[in-house]
Nanobody
Framework: QVQLVESGGGLVQPGGSLRLSCAASGSTAGINTMGWYRQAPGKERELVTAITKTGRPNYADSVKGRFTISRDNAKNTVYLQMNSLKPEDTAVYTC?????????WGQGTQVTVSS
């Protein structure tokens, strides 16, 4: 089993920045891909970004050029740096990790972009 704990959400003005972190504990040896999903009110959950164990990222078109995912394999932690935030980025952000073909999810953290 893998447990994920997130931190870093909050309220930010449009154009601002936030950094999310997600640390894994437990049976972490098999962790492969890490990523972030988000779900806005009334919308389906969407994959925002993911990063492979070797550090190759991919991004949803809506966040390309503004969000950066990174990971520290020694700390079993994934980060999401969010810049130039827009009101439409408001959502619950949930980290995700894949380990031994099983998916694990964090508890979710609220990100609100509003003036």
């Amino acid at each position: 089993q893998v447990q994920l704990v997130e931190s870093g959400g909050g309220l930010v003005q449009p154009g601002g920045s936030l950094r999310l972190s997600c640390a894994a504990s437990g049976s972490t040896a098999g962790i492969n891909t890490m990523g972030w999903y988000r779900q806005a009110p009334g919308k389906e959950r969407e994959l925002v970004t993911a990063i492979t164990k070797t550090g190759r990222p991919n991004y949803a078109d809506s966040v390309k050029g503004r969000f950066t995912i990174s990971r520290d394999n020694a700390k079993n932690t994934v980060y999401l740096q969010m810049n130039s935030l827009k009101p439409e980025d408001t959502a619950v952000y949930t980290c995700w990790m894949n380990s031994w073909y099983q998916n694990y999810w964090g508890q979710g953290t609220q990100v609100t972009v509003s003036s």
